[in-house]
């Protein structure tokens, strides 16, 4: 045998442990449940593509960060580094076997060397759904409407989600006078939650921007009223007398609707002007979900309206409207209001093997407990009770069973310390039943 | 813009269509549920791992057919092959962090740049449960049990858990003189339901085995009788003078007993002298999941006992028992079995959108029947009512909703092609549920 190896992941690559991918799994089961609600399929897609299918389709950033090589057979391959470009890879090859409008979900790992940094990796799970082949209000609210569904459905206390145009913005470039200037424009915008008026101000005039343009888009911000029909008649006051602004203005307004026609409570998805997601593709309805309580805390995800999906691999026009789930803030979300907690922690069991002798009858209990909904784990050695007790606590299950020599089980509630004594399974289930 | 890309996958990649990822995660969704019942949790490791961590882990042929290449950094990487050399890594490096006895599963894709061919991708899915750090009768029968819960929680019709243990093998290779030729024997032995006995012997002789050798092996797969009970006694009479033999059908009759007390059917888990799992490196119980009924299906998947998981990476013994599920004959056996058929399915409805006009009405009634627990989609756009139950019928969905211009709600029954009329969401709902 060689020398040993050093057991060590790569940097920026790590494992996930059972408990917290046991809470992930959870979470994504949540998250998947809602999408199928709506009809959204789940798909998956090849992590590695030719490299020309993902090259130059994500900016400079991302060809710099795509882990790139030649194949065995000298094929030049990349590991995907988001889920938007093999779904537009993905449509655009099997368009004829789809019907449209298409709608979609992907949950999967991307993969991106980028530096990394305290909480990114460069392997990182994406969660995206997509509405692809559809325009209007009705598809926009769609997608709203389900998103609010998703974080509510986690339990997520108090998040909105904020939504804006792109229309409207770039109404008010035009009004402004700067529509040429849109990319520095949106990227200020973006940022008046984290510096506020006077930073945005400082940036438009960097940007070049003549002060009257700097008042004018400033206005823009803070034209947010008490509620959503005093914010969008806001916003038709500023941009209203360009075309692009009104089709805005109209088409978020019958959004709204929609998504109150749906249920989803008025305090859940707001008009904001500050949103603009200055750095993608989007041409329409654009939203991120926020946690205004928690201050600085970031968005939990976001999405928009495209106009043309698959423009690179297809003549045809396929305008769509998608979300992602940001999973890392929302995991930090969840575990900071307590919504991770585990209902199977709660039925979890340790059945004991007996320090000598045939564990046939544990076994037999073990199974029958199991048989009651309970997450069973025997001891599979004969070691010393207290060993296997501490087992039991290091692992954090909840409850430990011993068949008695002279018949009987005693159980013990490893939470509270409290120890109880039944007849049988049945006994036993229901005793754990009771205290869970 | 540039010139158009193909949109296409890799040769030995290919994309998951909606309604078979829909089928393959309900299949997850039990094994998992299976394996969390018996104290497995999920981990995940990362897809890249440092090339000298894998290579030389999984044979000759594992190392020609990885996807190695050089990251950004210069580090020599490589996509994992299997999810078994990763697990020696993973509990070598956070052995501290564990609680031993440890149950662990993976489900998740593995990358083998092999020869494309009928049914075999260069990247697939594999699902492992492990329990490490155990030795002994109760650890493999759970791990028996565990595998025979599996395939029964998928109402797979017929399957049975075939056992053997190498030690028996070994007891039957020393009673006849040829531990040294252990490789050629046990790799003949596990084509004896493929080639038969005048193959196996054949093989025998061609590995130099002399005549007097080869008829004591052959002896061994016919001795199997009416019951396990019958099947050791045989077992012993042919390599119970040796010490490994025995303590191998001592340990496989404590393994079979266990199993049944865990309240397994005992047609469900059969000892079976002709597995060997031949090109492993297992050392106690070995068995595979089968369908005997099906001629040719080939096994459903495996496993064994192994001594010593991660002696590459940690000088802590760990020895384990594991099982492998093989998912795609497992979906082919399922879908041959008619066991996909989606419970979802019967629940999918389109509520149309008007051909004209406001859709508030349609998404309100959407919403309602989504809170009864349908999986509700709506035509995003005002189209043809025609093009709108075409696509109904493309996508496979089961009932289509209209609100009635005059009130109400006309409902069709997408399989039967019935109409009905009712009230409202709860009417349309009862009646959905009636004909479900």
Redesign the interface.
């Known amino acids: ?2 020398a ?8 920026g ?7 917290e ?2 809470a992930r ?1 959870t979470m994504f ?1 949540a998250i ?1 449940a809602v999408f ?4 959204y ?10 490299e ?2 993902l090259r ?1 389709k994500g900016g400079d950033e991302s060809d710099k ?1 795509m ?1 790139a ?5 000298g ?1 030049r ?1 990349a ?1 995907r580094f988001d889920l938007t470009v093999p779904l ?3 449509v ?3 368009q004829n ?1 789809l ?3 298409f ?2 979900y992907h949950i999967g ?1 991307v ?1 991106r ?1 980028e530096r990394p940094q305290k909480g990114r990796y460069r ?1 990182f799970v994406q969660c995206d759904a997509d ?1 692809i082949g ?3 209000p ?2 926009d ?2 997608i709203l ?1 389900m998103y609010a569904r998703v974080f509510g459905a986690l339990g997520v206390e108090g998040f909105v989600i904020r939504v804006n145009d792109r229309r409207i913005l770039n109404g008010l470039l035009e009004a402004n006078g700067v529509l040429e200037q849109a990319a520095p424009v949106l990227r200020a915008l973006d940022k008046w939650d984290k510096v506020g008026r006077e930073g945005v101000a400082q940036e438009l005039r960097d940007a070049g921007l003549p002060p009257a343009a700097v008042e004018g888009v400033l206005a823009f911000p803070g034209c947010a009223g008490a509620d959503d029909a005093a914010t969008l008649a806001a916003l038709e006051r500023i941009v209203g007398a360009t075309a692009r602004g009104r089709e805005g203005v109209d088409g978020l307004r019958a959004t709204m ?2 998504v109150a ?3 989803v409570p008025a305090a859940q998805v707001r008009v904001d002007p500050t949103i603009a997601r200055g750095l993608d593709y989007y041409t329409g309805v654009v939203f991120e979900a926020a946690l205004p309580s928690a201050t600085g805390f970031g968005s939990m995800g976001g999405g928009g309206r495209y106009d043309d999906l ?6 045809t026009k396929l305008p769509g409207v998608g979300c992602s789930v940001g999973l890392t803030r929302l995991l930090v979300a969840l575990e900071e209001q307590g919504k991770l907690a585990s209902a ?1 922690a709660a039925r ?1 069991v ?1 059945v004991t ?1 007996p320090e000598s002798g045939d ?3 544990s ?2 209990l ?3 407990v ?2 009651e909904g ?9 070691k010393k009770h207290g060993a296997q007790m501490k ?1 039991a606590d ?2 954090g ?1 909840r409850f430990a069973l011993t068949v008695e020599p002279a018949g009987g089980v005693h159980g013990k509630d490893l939470r509270t310390g409290e120890a109880f004594d039944v007849r049988d399974a049945a006994g036993a289930a229901d005793e754990m039943r009771r205290r869970a």
Do not use: C
């Not at 690559?13 to 408990?19: I, K, L, N, S, V």
């Not at 399929?41 to 030719?50: F, K, Q, S, V």
């Not at 698959?310 to 003549?315: C, E, I, R, V």
């Not at 309970?374 to 004969?382: A, H, I, R, S």
């Open positions: 045998m060689g040993r190896i050093e057991p060590r992941t790569l940097k690559f790590r494992d996930t442990m059972p408990a991918a046991a799994n089961r998947e199928e609600s709506f009809g399929g789940p798909i998956d897609t090849p992590a590695l593509e030719y020309e299918v130059g960060q882990f090589f030649d194949d065995q057979g094929r391959v590991l537009a890879r993905f655009a090859e099997h076997a019907a449209f409008p709608r979609r790992p993969w060397g392997e509405l559809a325009v209007g009705a598809a609210a769609e409407t609707r929609l026609a749906a249920g698959a423009s690179l691999y297809t003549n199977a979890s340790l093997h564990p046939t009858a076994i037999a073990a199974a029958a199991r048989r309970f997450l069973v784990e025997t001891f599979p050695e004969p087992f290091k692992k299950l």
